[in-house]
């Protein structure tokens, strides 16, 4: 057990619809990064907070966003969903989001869009 | 396209042999290197990692390389077990932590009995 907790475990939603996924970060980690896994694309770093500040962008479309509130939690929303959304979203926690920090991944939440 | 890369996808190893996972990256900046292992349904877990200011780096059972002059690093696994069957991913961090950390696609390893 990693200690990132991620919530659900399992999302099914229609196209065009609004979902929001959910991961608590490991005790005394300041730092929530996003990661989208699918069989095509591997592991594509979306988005990383520190202490509550957006710190670094990837690959994320702008039709998702997150944010990381003041507990550390942090929630993604993904918005108009299409068929190409479905994939396995990771979130990960590391002490400080600095240079160098390996990080610690969650169960994952497996999107479908139908 | 990727800046790390994986040589194969599939890698099949009798239980109790060595295991020998590769790994190319194309960004010679890179200063960080992980290997990760994801089981099925699982989140990605850390194995080991290594800085760039080393060659050589062991763990339990476990030991990285890293050749700086070719851009290659491996996973050796010792006396692989069915406990260690798994897709194997590299990562490394390109920009000193600044956009996370860039993933090879995995490879899935096999053990057979």
């Known amino acids: 057990d990693s200690g990132v907790t991620q919530t659900p475990k399992h999302l099914i939603t229609a196209t065009g619809q609004r979902v929001t996924l959910r991961c608590s970060p490991r005790s005394g980690d300041l730092s929530v990064y996003w990661y989208q896994q699918s069989l095509d694309q591997g592991l594509q770093f979306l988005i990383q907070y520190y202490n509550g500040e957006e710190r670094a962008k990837g690959n994320i479309l702008e039709r998702f966003s997150a944010q990381q509130f003041p507990d550390l939690h942090s929630e993604l929303n993904l918005s108009s969903l299409e068929l190409g959304d479905s994939a396995l979203y990771f979130c990960?926690?590391?002490?400080?989001?600095?240079?160098?920090?390996?990080?610690?991944f969650g169960s994952g939440t497996q999107l479908s869009v139908l | 396209g990727e800046s790390v890369g994986l040589h194969l996808p599939t890698l099949s190893v009798q239980e109790g042999d060595n295991s020998i996972i590769n790994c190319a990256y194309s960004n010679s900046a890179s200063d960080y290197f992980i290997w990760y292992k994801q089981e099925s349904g699982k989140g990605p877990q850390f194995i080991i990692d290594i800085r760039s200011n080393m060659d050589k780096r062991q763990g339990q059972r476990v030991t990285v390389l890293l050749n700086k002059t070719v851009k290659h690093l491996s996973l050796q696994i010792a006396a692989t077990q069915p406990g260690d069957s798994a897709v194997y991913f590299c990562a490394e961090d390109p920009r000193g932590g600044a956009d996370g950390l860039t993933f090879g696609k995995g490879t899935h390893l096999i053990i057979q009995p």
């Open positions: 990960a926690s590391s002490v400080a989001g600095g240079f160098n920090e390996k990080l610690f």
